[in-house]
């Protein structure tokens, strides 16, 4: 059982930055792959990122590649979301969400899936205005 707790999320102009943490309560941190999603008012889950086990490999929607960087500190058993050049279409609730990695080289298949992912935050809001 993995416990995650979200934080950093807030109000900010559209352009601003934020950089959201998700702690996680496992002395395996480093075993589970990890995912950011978010959710609007009145939409569907969506992937924005995603990090493999012990880092090797990230992956993003095409709605935030080169605005959002994705990252684990393993001493800290935390993952972080830096959110840079924010757009209003950004406001949503996000959450991050865990599963163990079994390295059977399937990552690739469900990265973005939010049925893969067994262990979720409660999620934190985030809103930028125009």
């Known amino acids: 059982q993995v416990h995650l707790v979200e934080s950093g999320g807030g109000s900010v102009q559209a352009g601003g930055s934020l950089r959201l943490s998700c702690a996680a309560s496992?002395?395996?941190?480093?075993?589970?792959?990890m995912g950011w999603f978010r959710q609007a008012p009145g939409k569907e889950r969506e992937g924005v990122a995603c990090i493999y086990a012990r880092g090797d490999f990230t992956y993003y929607a095409d709605s935030v590649k080169g605005r959002f960087t994705i990252s684990n500190d393993n001493s800290k058993n935390t993952l972080y979301l830096h959110m840079n050049s924010l757009k209003p279409e950004a406001t949503a609730r996000y959450s991050c969400?865990?599963?163990?990695?079994?390295?059977?080289?399937?990552?690739?298949?469900?990265?973005?899936?939010?049925?893969?992912?067994?262990?979720w935050g409660q999620g934190t809001p985030v809103t930028v205005s125009s």
């Open positions: 969400a865990a599963v163990w990695c079994a390295y059977d080289g399937t990552w690739r298949t469900w990265r973005f899936s939010d049925s893969a992912y067994p262990y």
């Open positions: 496992t002395s395996t941190y480093s075993r589970y792959s």
